[in-house]
């Protein structure tokens, strides 16, 4: 019995360090980033406005790398944000070689489990995805969700999101605008209710609040 149980035990936690390696996955796809210098050497980083999302991350890497890195507020031009950093050779290697610099999705994942998957796309939306509310024209509230990032894996993401049943509307080119450093990037919109009928969700408390609004709206439910 007790060796059962020790197997069951292992199981269960190697499947909770897929999930979480999933959503680092993800988030570093989306506002990650990986660099390298001759000062600091190899590291990883994450700045959102959504401490949670941060929070999240640092406790991943934290338990990958067995340290106790804490985040900090960082206050550009007033915008209080959120800011973590680990130094770390083998996160680095681990997160660019399986990404190809970016270029393309973990294949890690491609071969997961769906609910594997949708961890990982979790940490893609809680990033790069958005969720509004606002009226309509006859004064009714209306959702929009969509996903905006520059990656040459794009179409992949698109992919699996259609795979996992969720309706991708047109692919549109967003020109840079604010320097010429920036990226042209792409924009999709997610058709939310098969966004919620293939049981995806986000890890960003902001955003999943308004999922749930739109999950109980009488709209909704009269699909």
């Known amino acids: 019995m007790m060796g059962a149980d020790n197997h069951a035990g292992k199981a269960q936690a190697d499947f909770f360090d897929q999930k979480s390696k999933a959503y680092l996955f993800g988030v570093y796809l989306g506002d990650g980033c ?8 190899y590291n990883f980083s994450l700045t959102s406005a959504d401490k949670d999302v941060v929070e999240n991350v640092m406790h991943i890497v934290n338990k990958i790398l067995q340290k106790n890195r804490q985040l900090k507020i960082k206050m ?16 680095f290697q681990m997160l660019t070689s399986e990404t190809e610099s970016k270029s393309k999705l973990p294949k890690f ?6 609910i594997i998957k949708i961890e990982f796309i979790a940490g893609l939306m809680d990033t790069d995805g958005y969720i509004s509310t606002g009226k ?21 993401f698109i992919l699996l999101l259609e795979t996992l049943g969720v309706k991708v509307g047109k692919k549109t080119l967003k020109k840079k605008y ?6 042209d990037c792409y924009q999709i919109n997610i ?33």
């Open 136 to 156: 309509n024209k006859f004064g009714y509230q209306r959702f929009s969700l969509g996903f905006i990032n520059s990656g040459k894996w794009i179409n992949e």
């Open 76 to 91: 550009p031009n007033k915008t209080e944000l959120y800011f973590f950093r680990a130094y770390d050779k083998q996160l």
């Open 178 to 183: 604010r320097s010429i450093n920036e990226k």
């Open 109 to 114: 994942v491609m071969d997961s489990e769906q």
């Open 34 to 41: 990986c660099s390298k210098s001759r000062d600091s050497g």
């Open 191 to 223: 058709n939310l209710r098969s966004f919620v009928e293939a049981k995806m969700y986000f890890n960003c408390q902001r955003k999943q609040r308004l999922l749930e609004i739109y999950k109980s709206s009488v709209r909704y439910q009269s699909y």
